[in-house]
C-alpha cells in the first residue's frame, strides 16, 4: 500500500457504497485482506504502515487486544454493507507481520472472516511471517485453523545483506521454517526475496536464488529494492554511509532470476512474481485483474467495481473510529470509466497473459508495431503481451503506450 494516499473524496461514516458497485457482487470474485501493523522492528527500507511497540506506547486503542476487536468490528461492517458477497475466493494476513500476533489469535481472525462471509471451498488462505515469528507449533495452530498458503519474507540469504535491509533472521532460519511449514500441512509456501540491496553483488544474488531454489518452494516473488523517501536506508544513502541504487545491476538480477526460475521450472505470472503450476497466488492476481477485495485494519485500502477506499493510517485513529460505530476509512473515490481502463491497461499488461487488445484506444494500437519491432512486446493472438525485455522495462512500455 502507498506510503501516502491520495485525497480522495469523503467517505461515508457508515461505510456504504453506491448501488452501482454493488450490481452484479454475488457473481463476481471476492477477496479480503486484513492487514496486521505490527513488527518487531522496522527495516531500513520499509516505508509501510507498520509499527513497532516502541512507536505505539501504551496509549489506549494502541494494544493488539484493540487492534483484534477493531478488525472483528470492521468485519461486522463489511458483512453488513456487502450482504450479498459470495464467499471469499482468497484471504491474505499482511502487514507488519501478522505473525507477530499470538498463533490463537491469528487463527481467531480466519475464524472471524469465515463467519462474516464464508469460504469457498478451495479458497487460498494466506499469511505472511518473517522467518524468527513463528515455530512448528505456531504453524500447526495456523494449519488446523485453515491457513493453506504460506509467505515467508527469506529476502536474503547472505546475512551481510540481510544487515544492510535490518532484516533479523540469519539464513538458517529460513529453510528450517520452510521443513516446519511442509510438516505442518501448508499446501503451497512462497519465498520473498529483494535484489539491488546496496553492497549486494551479483553473485550474492546468484547464492540466495539458488538457496530459495534448493527449498523448493511454489512460488517465489523477487522484487527489486526501492529507497523510499524518509526511510532509515534512504537517509544512510544520502549521508554517503551506503552506495546507492544502480538501475543497471538491478536489471542484471532480474535476468538472472528469470534464467534460474524457469530452470527450476517456475515461470513468471507477473513481472516480478514466479509459480510452479497452480501456485499463481490469488491474492495478487486480485490486484492485478481488478477485482473486489475487502481490506481490514489501519491503512488497509478495498476495492469493489469501481469504488475504492482507505483506511485511516493509525492503529489508535483506526479503533477509536470503530468504537464510535463510524467507518475507519479515511476518504474514496469513485473511478471513472476512463480511469477503470488505463488502471486496466497499468495493470494486466505486467502479467503473463497480457492485455486484451481490444481496451486499447486507436491510437494506443497505433503504437503497437513500434513496441514490437523493438522487441517490447509481441501480439498472441489478440492480446498483447510483454517479452522480457519488456518486463524490465515495464513501467517505460505502458508510459509509452497510454495516451
Known amino acids: 500500500m502507498p506510503s501516502t494516499p491520495p485525497e480522495g473524496q469523503p467517505a461515508p461514516p457508515d461505510g456504504s457504497l453506491p448501488d452501482a458497485a454493488l450490481d452484479g457482487l454475488a457473481g463476481r470474485r471476492f477477496s479480503a485482506y486484513v492487514h496486521v501493523p505490527f513488527c518487531a522492528v522496522r527495516c531500513g527500507y520499509c516505508d509501510f504502515n507498520t509499527y513497532t511497540a516502541a512507536e505505539l506506547g501504551a496509549a489506549p486503542g494502541s494494544s493488539q487486544d484493540a487492534y483484534l476487536a477493531a478488525a472483528r468490528a470492521e468485519l461486522d461492517l463489511a458483512a453488513r454493507v456487502l450482504p450479498e458477497a459470495p464467499p471469499l475466493y482468497s484471504v491474505f494476513f499482511g502487514g507488519g507481520t501478522p505473525t507477530m500476533l499470538p498463533a490463537a489469535e491469528l487463527a481467531g481472525l480466519l475464524t472471524a472472516v469465515r463467519d462474516r462471509f464464508g469460504l469457498a471451498p478451495d479458497a487460498e488462505i494466506t499469511t505472511e511471517a518473517n522467518p524468527e515469528s513463528v515455530d512448528r507449533a505456531y504453524l500447526d495452530t495456523l494449519v488446523a485453523a485453515g491457513f493453506n498458503r504460506l509467505s515467508l519474507g527469506m529476502q536474503s540469504a547472505r546475512p551481510g545483506v540481510l544487515a544492510v535491509l535490518d532484516?533479523?533472521?540469519?539464513?538458517?532460519?529460513?529453510?528450517?521454517?520452510?521443513?516446519?511449514?511442509?510438516?505442518?500441512?501448508?499446501?503451497?509456501?512462497?519465498?520473498?526475496?529483494?535484489?539491488?540491496?546496496?553492497?549486494?553483488?551479483?553473485?550474492?544474488?546468484?547464492?540466495?536464488?539458488?538457496?530459495?531454489?534448493?527449498?523448493?518452494?511454489?512460488?517465489?516473488?523477487?522484487?527489486?529494492?526501492?529507497?523510499?523517501?524518509?526511510?532509515?536506508?534512504?537517509?544512510?544513502?544520502?549521508?554517503?554511509e551506503l552506495p546507492g541504487i544502480d538501475e543497471d545491476e538491478q536489471a542484471d538480477c532480474y535476468l538472472l532470476a528469470e534464467e534460474l526460475l524457469v530452470a527450476a521450472g517456475y515461470s513468471a505470472y507477473e513481472v516480478s512474481n514466479w509459480a510452479r503450476p497452480g501456485h499463481a497466488s490469488r491474492h495478487n492476481l486480485a490486484y492485478w485483474l481488478g477485482q473486489d477485495w475487502w481490506g481490514v485494519g489501519p491503512g488497509a485500502h478495498s476495492h469493489v467495481n469501481g469504488v475504492r477506499w482507505w483506511n485511516v493510517r493509525h492503529p489508535r485513529t483506526y479503533s477509536s473510529a470503530l468504537v464510535d460505530g463510524n467507518s475507519p476509512a479515511q476518504a474514496r473515490e469513485v473511478l471513472e470509466t476512463s480511469d477503470r481502463r488505463v488502471e486496466r491497461?497499468?495493470?494486466?499488461?505486467?502479467?503473463?497473459?497480457?492485455?486484451?487488445?481490444?481496451?486499447?484506444?486507436?491510437?494506443?494500437?497505433?503504437?503497437?508495431?513500434?513496441?514490437?519491432?523493438?522487441?517490447?512486446?509481441?501480439?498472441?493472438?489478440?492480446?498483447?503481451v510483454l517479452t522480457l525485455r519488456g518486463r524490465l522495462l515495464a513501467d517505460a512500455v505502458i508510459r509509452d503506450l497510454l495516451d
Do not use: C, K
Not at 517465489?220 to 544512510?236: H, K
Not at 495493470?347 to 486484451?356: I, K, S, V
Open 345 to 384: 491497461v497499468m495493470l494486466e499488461l505486467r502479467l503473463a497473459g497480457g492485455l486484451p487488445q481490444e481496451v486499447l484506444t486507436s491510437s494506443e494500437l497505433r503504437r503497437i508495431p513500434a513496441l514490437v519491432a523493438s522487441g517490447l512486446a509481441v501480439e498472441n493472438g489478440a492480446r498483447l
Open 167 to 240: 532484516r533479523r533472521h540469519t539464513p538458517g532460519r529460513v529453510p528450517q521454517v520452510v521443513r516446519w511449514a511442509r510438516e505442518a500441512g501448508f499446501g503451497s509456501v512462497s519465498l520473498d526475496l529483494i535484489y539491488g540491496s546496496p553492497t549486494e553483488t551479483l553473485a550474492d544474488w546468484r547464492a540466495s536464488l539458488e538457496a530459495a531454489i534448493g527449498l523448493e518452494p511454489d512460488h517465489v516473488s523477487a522484487y527489486s529494492l526501492i529507497v523510499e523517501p524518509g526511510t532509515r536506508l534512504a537517509a544512510r544513502i544520502g549521508r554517503g
